[in-house]
């Protein structure tokens, strides 16, 4: 029995809070609002990613945030996870 296992993953757009709010929005911006920042992209491949591939059950996975960095994830034949990721800069 040879099953294909297809996931679809839907873009969300973030909404931004309206200015009057004042009010922190993450937990980072709770505890440090000075020192908030985003998740560096090395950190979401490293961890959130990851997590996704493994619980789906997926073989390969590419991701690309549309600033120049992109991952690929795929499954060795021992099972192992493989992660190639590239991030670029703009000085």
């Not at 839907?10 to 931004?16: D, K, L």
């Amino acid at each position: 029995m040879n099953e294909n296992n297809t996931t679809q993953i839907e873009r969300v757009e973030s909404v931004e809070p309206p200015a009057e709010s004042g009010a922190p929005q993450t937990m980072a911006e709770e505890y440090n609002p000075e020192g908030a920042t985003r998740q560096k992209w090395a950190d979401f491949v490293g961890r959130p990613l990851v997590d996704f591939f493994i619980e789906h059950r997926l073989e390969k996975m590419s991701v690309e945030d549309g600033k120049g960095n992109k991952a690929k994830l795929s499954r060795t034949k021992d099972d192992e996870i493989k992660v190639e990721s590239s991030s670029t800069m703009i000085l």
